[in-house]
């Protein structure tokens, strides 16, 4: 089964900044898709951000892009011009085979 | 109103009890699945349901059980509640590739 590591346990980040979270993965399968999601306090899950694997190009959406790096796989997410309503629990995610694992998560603050 | 539904959102019981958690869906997607989020360790697939007929155990089933009364309908029991069972619960639906839609999580503490 495909595992996924994020090594950074908590992040802060000034208002208006830009921020990295990173996100490390691990699949035998060469069809997959990769996630971030969003868990705010109201704790409900809100897709972020998507990658499907076979797509060389980085996904963006608004303020929110990603670095898809395949062959040492990795895929970040970068958040530009940080908002007081980004301060979330963020997770990366790897589905592959009918299969979707979670990283433990990374802890978004964010200072006015 | 959510297209994932689940009952309770909040649940305190104690230790051997029987608890059910409830999934409903408006979303007309035939997979659905529970999770269970602990802090530090994310979220951990209990178990999935691709149809009414079809269901499969994931990575931490022990313990639990579920019931797909219907394609909308996606239940997960607690035959003897312990402690360690005191966790963050979501019910999910997707279509065949990835994405999730979750809902809202039922918090369950086990005395």
């Known amino acids: 089964a495909q595992t996924v590591t994020q090594s950074q346990p908590e992040m802060s980040v000034q208002e208006a900044e830009t921020v990295t979270l990173s996100c490390t993965y691990d699949t035998s399968e060469s069809d997959y898709y990769l996630f971030w999601y969003k868990q705010p306090p109201s704790r409900q899950m809100i897709l972020v951000i998507r990658q499907e694997a076979y797509k060389q190009q980085n996904a963006t959406e608004n303020r929110f892009s990603v670095n898809f790096q395949k062959a040492a796989k990795s895929f970040s997410l970068k958040i530009s011009d940080s908002q007081l309503g980004d301060a979330a629990m963020y997770f990366c995610a790897c589905w592959d085979n009918n299969d979707m694992r979670f990283g433990a998560g990374t802890r978004l603050t964010v200072k006015p | 109103d959510a297209d994932v539904t689940q009952t309770p959102r909040n649940r305190i019981t104690k230790t051997g009890k029987r608890i059910m958690l409830e999934c409903s869906q408006t979303k007309g997607h035939d997979r659905m699945y529970w999770y269970r989020q602990d802090p530090g360790l994310g979220l951990r697939l209990i178990y999935y349901?691709?149809?009414?007929?079809?269901?499969n155990k994931g990575e931490i089933s022990d313990g639990y059980s579920v019931s797909r009364q219907a394609q909308a309908k996606f239940s997960l029991s607690l035959e003897s509640a312990i402690p360690n069972q005191t966790a963050l619960y979501f019910c999910a639906t997707s279509v065949a590739f990835g994405e999730l839609f979750f809902g809202e999580g039922s918090r369950l503490t086990v005395l």
């Open positions: 349901s691709f149809d009414v007929k079809d269901i």
